[in-house]
């Protein structure tokens, strides 16, 4: 049973460049969230989508992230133009349902390099 | 609001001695709780879950977890801890009640089993 599945596990590129990244979640799951993880902040909460629609972004930090979720089995996270700060791994996690009482399931995160 | 605290930054205990993981949340109706590991260069893994019911929760690799409303917390506890026990623990929560359909992580606590 194939769990989340992100690429690349591993960017690193040059201030300025975009960056994309992409999560595919498990079948069926119908929530899936974006999460970076720092060592200063810990695990954050970017974006969640219920049914491929944005609920909460709250916690995107600013107009240079993205995300989109085109169908059920596909979203990507976008960083244009990416800045040092942005160096983190970010984490795809999928759910069933919008309840919030089922588990979520996290892929094995992207390590993103802003030089 | 919904909050969760992990008072330990790290926890060290030797193995074959119990292990306790400490987690307190603050929520203003009633809450799904969760315990997830995360091994190095990996995601979050579930491992238990309190929704309703027992207030013991069993959960995998031998983790076990007591819900204790009185006292808003949700602890982590093996009575024996082994090397591969080794790993960060957090601990999350979501107010039934509330508006928020989203999951608060607590910032982690490392646990460390020495031989």
């Known amino acids: 049973d194939a769990g989340v599945i992100q690429s690349p596990r591993h960017e690193v590129t040059e201030m300025g460049q975009e960056v994309t990244l992409r999560c595919k979640p498990i079948?069926?799951?119908?929530?899936l969230f974006w999460y970076r993880q720092t060592m200063m902040r810990g695990l954050e909460l970017l974006i969640y989508?219920?049914?491929?629609?944005?609920?909460?972004d709250s916690g995107m930090p600013e107009d240079r992230f993205s995300a989109k979720m085109p169908n059920a089995s596909f979203s990507t996270l976008k960083i244009q133009p990416s800045e040092p700060r942005d160096s983190a791994v970010y984490f795809c996690?999928?759910?069933?349902?919008?309840?919030?009482?089922?588990?979520?399931?996290f892929g094995d995160g992207t390590r993103l390099s802003i030089l | 609001a919904q909050s969760v605290a992990q008072p330990e930054d790290q926890v060290n205990v030797a193995e074959g001695n119990p292990l306790t993981v400490k987690c307190t949340y603050s929520?203003?109706?009633?809450?799904?709780l969760f315990w997830y590991v995360q091994y190095p260069n990996r995601g979050l893994q579930f491992l238990l879950k309190?929704?309703?019911?027992?207030?013991l929760v069993k959960g995998s690799y031998g983790f076990e977890a007591e819900f204790n409303k009185s006292q808003t917390s949700f602890h982590l506890k093996k009575p024996s801890a082994l090397v591969s026990d080794s790993a960060l623990y957090f601990c999350?929560?979501?107010?039934?009640?509330?508006?928020?359909?989203?999951?608060?992580f607590g910032k982690g606590t490392m646990l460390l089993v020495s031989p």
């Open positions: 079948s069926g799951h119908n929530s």
């Open positions: 996690a999928s759910s069933l349902g919008g309840q919030g009482n089922q588990p979520q399931h």
């Open positions: 309190y929704i309703t019911g027992d207030n």
């Open positions: 999350a929560v979501r107010d039934i009640n509330s508006g928020y359909s989203t999951l608060t």
């Open positions: 929520v203003s109706g009633n809450p799904y």
């Open positions: 989508f219920n049914n491929n629609v944005p609920i909460d």
